[in-house]
Nanobody, 126 residues
Framework: QVQLVESGGGLVQSGGSLRLSCAAS????????MGWYRQAPGKQRQLVAA???????FYATFAKGRFTISRDTAKSTVYLQMNSLKPEDTAVYYC????????????????????WGKGTQVIVYS
């Protein structure tokens, strides 16, 4: 099972930017899909964005136009560039090399999906 380590979170003012990184323990070229997820306190985990190979990214509605997912195959790393951050983006962000069978455009996923690492905390203050 591939091991994933998230990093890059932090404290940022509303309107600011962060870039999250997800480093894989094996060459990401062998991983067909990578996804970023998040879970805010007291809320359900959501799918934020996913990328298949190096193309065809999916973005939840709340992420469109503000977040960009990308991957560097040579570094076995997937990134999530987050711009125009809002306080409601405050959450722990996780990456995963799997996608649930079903997910919605608003990022809703089954809550029993997946196994998770520690994630990286993002706090956006106004």
């Amino acid at each position: 099972q591939v091991q994933l380590v998230e990093s890059g979170g932090g404290l940022v003012q509303s309107g600011g930017s962060l870039r999250l990184s997800c480093a894989a323990s094996e060459t990401s070229v062998s991983i067909s899909v990578m996804g970023w997820y998040r879970q805010a306190p007291g809320k359900q985990r959501q799918l934020v964005a996913a990328i298949y190979g190096s193309e065809n990214p999916f973005y939840a509605t709340f992420a469109k136009g503000r977040f960009t997912i990308s991957r560097d195959t040579a570094k076995s790393t997937v990134y999530l560039q987050m711009n125009s951050l809002k306080p409601e983006d405050t959450a722990v962000y996780y990456c995963n090399s799997e996608l649930p069978d079903f997910y919605d455009f608003d990022g809703s996923i089954p809550q029993d999906f997946g196994s998770w690492g520690k994630g990286t905390q993002v706090i956006v203050y106004s």
